[in-house]
């Protein structure tokens, strides 16, 4: 289907073993432009589908894609190195998103009566939310099924078609998605992959036709993203990585939450962008609680209970910041700067680590964590809010009541309380940030919406006799009367 130029093509490699695993197409903005066109086509006649039918595909490439489990996650872990048990718990909680996704689009969606109010009560007034066409996402390569499937099977759903840019790193496992999709949706290409660097991506973004854009990666990317948006005033829901934190307070489950802090911050090598990169833990059980966590990190191997460094660039990151932590004064308690060893990286548990270090501020994406001694659990939010980012964050406490403030107060979009990351494998629930983390949101109802444009209709059902408003025969006596009125509804003052 591709119409890349000059036949050019890019390989993706096992990052653990350099073995080349595929071959794809750079495709340039002329074949970008044909996806879309053929897109627009797709969306119409998906679009026309309804919600029943679209639930009906929808639920039947869940089934294929389940059936298809091993061979996806083998895919995963064949362009990332991550264990195929990890890739297999990522896949299988992708399709617990297309499950939601499609059988309750029509419900959040669907067209529904809402009240007129009594200033309208000659109107029939409807809402609804009709897809916007072309859905273009420009996907990560930490988790390359779960993450742009939270855009993906959303936007189906509401009845968009889709043309999605995997990473350059993870081309193979967009490929497949997109193929099993076909086996559901022959007819017409409702979900397209085009393959290539961020000049793909950059065509798709700035591609007129696109109707919305979603993306997942760095936030100084989704800036130029955004720009390439703009040309167009395209929306953008961006999902650019977080800081996150987890707070442990003076009746948390101590065992508990070091395992939690420690799978957290080193599965998946760290390479989460919900992951856990900080902690802060009250004076009480400060001691108590780094001994748990450096006795279960020290037990740790990296290429076996995780896998390689994905991205080749991103070890520089990591030494970046270990070395920056120490030369600041930080203590490393486990590893040092000698674990970055690409394409591995041993885990690392720092301590001290002044406030304005690069590894509290910024964005590791590494099997690194911090941890710091605070009074209590106030001091531990405001802490864990003093970065630019606001993603995710957890929360350890044995008070229910105190657990759900403290989540509250965090600024991240979603907070775990005595569990890590759980809100991925809640599908109604909302997904995304704040700050440099981004904006929109995927997954839930808020998910649905987002690849929506709400469409209001309200139809007069009858004339209301005398109170001729909108019209320029409208007298003084008609406007006397919609002043009583509206003295009568709204002059009162109520304590
Ligand atoms: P990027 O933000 O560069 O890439 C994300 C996606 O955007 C990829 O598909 C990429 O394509 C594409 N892209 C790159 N440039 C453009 C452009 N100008 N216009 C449109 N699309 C573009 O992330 P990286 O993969 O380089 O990772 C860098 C950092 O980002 C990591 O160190 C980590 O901190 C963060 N990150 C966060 C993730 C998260 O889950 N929030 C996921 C991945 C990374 P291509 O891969 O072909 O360049």
Redesign the pocket.
Known sequence: MSTATEGRTFESVHPATGVVVGTHPIDDAVSVDAAVERGRGAALWWGRLGFDERRRRLLDYKAVVTRNLRRIAEAVSQETGKPEGDATLEAAIAITHIDWAARNARKVLGPRRVPSGLLGVNLAATLEYLPLGVVGV??????PVF?PMGSIVYALAAGNAVVF?????TPGVGVLLAELFAESVPEHPVFQVVT???????A??GHPGVGKVA????????K??MA?CAANLTPLVA????KDALIVDRDADLAAAADAAVWGAMSNAG????GVERVYAVAPVYDDFMRELTRRVAALRAGEDYGPIT?P??AD?IRRHVDDALAKGATAVVGGADAVRPPFVDPVVLTDVPEDASAVQE???GPTITVAKVADADEAVRRANAVAYG?GGTVFSGNVRRATELARAMLGGMTAVNSVISFVGVPSLPFGGTGA?GFGRIHGADGLREFTRPKAISRQRFAIPGMNLTSFTRTPADLERLVKLVTFLHGRRKS
């Open positions: 420009i996907g990560p390569w930490n988790y993450t840019k995997p990473s350059e790193l290539g660097f961020g000049e793909t991506g950059a798709l973004a993306f997942t990666g760095s936030t100084a990317t989704a130029r993203v390439a999902e650019c990585g977080g390479q989460t962008c919900v991205m660039e991103q990151v964005e590791t994406f993603l983390s």
